[in-house]
Antibody, heavy 121, light 109 residues
Framework: QITLKESGPTLVKPTQTLTLTCTFS??????????VGWIRQPPGKALEWLAL???????RYSPSLKSRLTITKDTSKNQVVLTMTNMDPVDTATYYC?????????????WGQGTLVTVSS | DIQMTQSPSSLSASVGDRVTITCQAS??????LNWYQQKPGKAPKLLIY???NLETGVPSRFSGSGSGTDFTFTISSLQPEDIATYYC???????????FGPGTKVDIK
């Protein structure tokens, strides 16, 4: 079955760069139509899509955060990495990674448990 | 960028009530609209994809409809376990955005 799990620091200082890793199983990011996305949720607030990478290395970013985000994949390790530069306290949120498949259910159908990242000095 | 609005932002209903949530896109998104349920402290769960398709394993009391800019999500008979926040989400291939609505919190009266 498909599983995803986020990992990374729980606390980062303002201006630092955040690096999060999504490690997944049950699918391959080399399969046509498959993607992995990142979504975040500040405490008590709504979901916000950040980025998505496709099997063919096509990358999509939220227009409002594009200048700060980089998404990459390591197909051999079944991992997707998201980096976000110049972190600010408003970036405090639970960060989720999720599976996307254009050939079946065109939605985020499997999600990780999420990881809470706090930005504070 | 495509913007999504949802209404109401919250609602309170009795067990067995029919509950309806609307989602509106700022431009035509065809049927590229999904619905998720999120319970406190949990990751979102996909309920409806492509506006009206029920995800496998999701109870049939959940349904979705609409196309273009106006969409509706319905719980035909509200159950205690349906207490959650519901989000719509659009996707478009060009330029490839995925936008969530602001959410609707559903409580039991």
């Amino acid at each position: 079955q498909i599983t995803l799990k986020e990992s990374g620091p729980t606390l980062v200082k303002p201006t630092q760069t955040l690096t999060l890793t999504c490690t997944f199983s049950g699918f391959s990011l080399s399969t046509s139509g498959v993607g992995v996305g990142w979504i975040r949720q500040p405490p008590g607030k709504a979901l916000e899509w950040l980025a998505l990478i496709y099997w063919d290395d096509d990358k999509r970013y939220s227009p409002s955060l594009k200048s700060r985000l980089t998404i990459t994949k390591d197909t051999s390790k079944n991992q997707v990495v998201l980096t976000m530069t110049n972190m600010d306290p408003v970036d405090t949120a639970t960060y989720y990674c999720a599976h996307w498949d254009m050939t079946t259910v065109t939605a985020f159908d499997y999600w990780g448990q999420g990881t809470l990242v706090t930005v504070s000095s | 960028d495509i913007q999504m609005t949802q209404s109401p932002s919250s609602l309170s209903a009795s067990v067995g009530d029919r509950v309806t949530i609307t989602c509106q896109a700022s431009q035509d998104i065809s049927n590229y609209l999904n619905w998720y349920q999120q319970k406190p402290g949990k990751a979102p769960k996909l309920l409806i994809y492509d506006a009206s398709n029920l995800e496998t394993g999701v109870p049939s009391r959940f349904s979705g409809s609409g196309s273009g800019t106006d969409f509706t999500f319905t719980i035909s008979s509200l159950q205690p376990e349906d207490i959650a926040t519901y989000y719509c989400q659009q996707y478009d291939n060009l330029p490839g955005g995925f936008t969530f609505g602001p959410g609707t919190k559903v409580d039991i009266k």
